[in-house]
Structure formats: C-alpha cells, structure tokens
C-alpha cells in the first residue's frame, strides 16, 4: 500500500531521453509497470542480492530493515527499489521528496503517522534543510523526536517516540549529502546503468504487459538507445507503440523503430540532439576544450545544474566527455560521432618545450 505526500518535481524540459519523469501520467504508467518483488526485478544484481538479504535478516529478527540510502542517476529505479523493499517486508511505504519537507513540523507529521516496520522514502534527500536534518537525527537512531515548544525562557521540549521504521533515501548528487546524514544510514549503495541485455528483458516483459506485439530485434533497437535507463526504455516503447499504431499495422517491426527513433532524432548511440549540442559547443565554440561547465551551460542557455545532472553523466559514462582539472574536453569518440575531424588538444600553456633540449 502506497501512501504519496509529495510528488516529484518533473525535469524542466520534456525530453524523450530524459531521466526525469515528465509528469504525474507517465509515474502512473510506469507504476503499473514496476516489478514489485526482488524475483521479478531485472538488473542490478549485486545491489538485489545485498537488499534481499538485508530484508530477509531483518524479518528473521521482527526488525525494520536498517535505513538505506540510494544513490545514482535518475531514472535508474530507486523509487522502485523502496516500493519493493515495502512489499518484501509487507508494509506500508510512504512517499516525499527533500524540497517538500520545508521545516520539522513537516517531517513530525509524518513520522508520527508511521506505524512498526513502515518504509519512509525520502527523494532528493540531499536538498533537506539543515532544521529538518536535525529532527531526522534521532528519529533515525532513537526513534523519537524533540519538539521544542514556546519560546525563550518559557521554551520547553517534549519527546515523541516514533515506531521503528525504515527510511530509504535517494539522490542524484551524494557530494551534497551532509557527513553526519550519511554516516546513519546502515546500507549505502550506487546504482549503475543498466547493460543493454537488463534492458532488453525489461522491455520484453512489458511489451507483454502492454500487449504489444514485437519484433526481438526491434526491442534490441530501444534497448540500445535507451541510455541504460529503464525509464528512458519505457518511455520510447511507448513512443514507438503509437507510431506503430499510426504508420504501420500496430506491430512493433525493427523497421517502424527505425523510423520513431529517427523522427525523435536520437541516434545510434541514444544521443538526443540537446546532447549533440553539448559535444559540438565543446568542439565548435572551445576548440574541444577543456572548457567549464559555465562556460558552456551561457553558451547552451541552460541551467547549470540541467548539464550536470541530466545531461553529462550518461556522456562521461560512454567517454563522449571527460572532466579534467582545467574543465570539460570532448574525447576522440565524440569527434567521430559527430562526423568531424579530431584535433588534439593543446598541451598547457607554459609546458611547451619543458623538457626539450636548450
């Protein structure tokens, strides 16, 4: 059983690749096809198995599942890790995100509602206030809240005690998580992309649920442009099951894939055209650079933190970019995907002729 407090805050653009959800359809939709027990969850195999057993020690002892923080890329499931975490444990899960809890009267509300073994799944964790933090604390380790009542020399607090619950946190930036908040969490664990094949059964066993009829290889077509994200890979087989619905006989065909994704524009590699659009401001406007992140998010007319979180990690994951100290820098692949010639970057300046001969 789902309780929802707070939705999601939906990513600014509505990018087909995109990570984020696009809105409180789509997170319907893709509830309905969620896995919702570790058996039928794909990918991921070393995080399931760590999980599993995590779950199956702490129902052994009649305790709640020590708290869990989730960290990685969006769309890579972590809200459908906490659902299935609830439904392991046969509890209720209740969901928030981090800039919803805006102040500790917030978070007590919630935590007094919970009852023994809940699970509390707290998004975007990392953009928790420090006031809420600080209520967080001992709920976490004491079960119990300090409500101060009144001010100044009439100020008094009383202790609430809580039931033990679990909370999962997720987020996308974990530098921004505080020492002290991921110092409590007894289970600490990085999300990686998915493989092409995790992608490919996925998509295959809801192709099923939609009732689609597919061709294999045309799954294999979404599975590999799908960025190694499940939501990504959702949400083109849905583009691609109304373009076969229109332009062809309703039959996914390896054919009409072709042709969805090219009107889409996402090419070979899952790139989209804001993504080339970063790799050619890179190499068109600085040389291939290096150049910052600031640099090219004026250039781009887009939000810093939009390149930082939504777009550069799947490019410096497929070493289409890569970080250095003096900035951002366009590799060899990235010249070769774009259809335009490489040039090496020039060495600092001041190490020419460092070790050259006088």
Same mark, same amino acid.
């Given at each position: 059983?789902?309780?929802?407090? $707070? @939705?999601?805050?939906?990513? &600014?653009?509505? %990018?087909?690749?995109? !990570? ?11 509830? $309905?096809? %969620? ?25 052994g002892r009649k305790e709640p599942v020590d708290h869990t923080l989730?960290?990685?890329? &969006?769309?890579?499931? @972590? ?23 805006? @102040? ?36 976490? /380790? ?12 009439? +100020? ?16 996308? *930036? ?9 110092? *409590?969490?007894?289970?600490? /664990? ?20 939609? @009732?689609?009829?597919?061709? =294999? ?26 373009? $076969? #619905? ?17 009107? +889409? ?6 790139? =989209?055209?804001?993504?080339r659009t970063f790799l050619r401001t890179m190499i ?12 090219? #998010? +004026?250039?781009?007319?887009?939000? %810093?933190?939009?390149?930082? =979180? ?18 951002? %820098?366009?590799?060899?692949? #990235? ?8 040039? !090496?970057?020039?060495?600092? #300046? ?9």
């Amino acid at each position: 059983m789902l309780t929802t407090i $707070a @939705k999601t805050v939906a990513m &600014p653009r509505d %990018r087909i690749v995109g !990570p984020g959800a696009a809105g409180p359809e789509e997170e319907r939709l893709n509830y $309905a096809l %969620r896995p919702q027990r570790f058996d039928q969850y794909v990918g991921q195999e070393t995080l399931i198995r760590k999980l599993k057993i995590a779950v199956d020690a702490a129902r052994g002892r009649k305790e709640p599942v020590d708290h869990t923080l989730l960290h990685g890329p &969006p769309g890579l499931g @972590k809200t459908t890790l906490a659902h299935v975490v609830a439904n392991e444990v046969g509890s209720q899960l209740h969901v928030t995100n981090g800039p919803a809890l805006t @102040k500790g009267a917030d978070l007590v509300g919630i935590l007094t509602k919970l009852s023994f073994g809940d699970v509390l799944f707290i998004d975007e964790i990392h953009r928790l206030s420090a006031i809420v933090e600080e209520y967080l604390y001992p709920a976490m /380790e004491d079960f119990k809240v300090d409500v101060t009542l009144d001010q100044g020399a009439h +100020a008094r607090t009383v202790t609430i005690p809580v039931q033990p619950f679990t909370l999962i946190g997720a987020t996308t *930036r974990i530098g921004l998580l505080t020492g002290p908040m991921r110092g *409590r969490f007894g289970i600490n /664990e990085h999300i990686e992309f998915y493989t092409a094949e995790s992608l490919h059964e996925i998509l295959r066993a809801n192709a099923r649920q939609l @009732k689609l009829e597919s061709e =294999d290889q045309a799954l294999w077509e979404l599975a590999r442009r799908s960025r190694g994200t499940p939501r990504v890979a959702n949400r083109l087989l849905r583009r691609t099951r109304d373009f $076969a #619905a229109v332009e062809g006989n309703g039959k996914l065909t390896l054919p009409i894939t072709k042709a969805a994704l090219q009107l +889409a524009e996402i090419d070979e590699k899952g790139l =989209d055209e804001q993504d080339r659009t970063f790799l050619r401001t890179m190499i068109e406007v600085y040389s291939g650079g290096p150049v910052g992140i600031e640099a090219i #998010a +004026a250039t781009m007319g887009e939000e %810093r933190d939009t390149l930082e =979180d939504v777009i550069e990690p799947f490019l410096l994951q497929n070493a289409f970019a890569i970080r250095t100290r003096q900035g951002r %820098r366009a590799t060899k692949l #990235a010249y070769e995907h774009l259809g335009l010639k490489y040039r !090496p970057p020039a060495p600092p #300046a001041g190490d020419e002729g460092l070790f050259d001969p006088p």
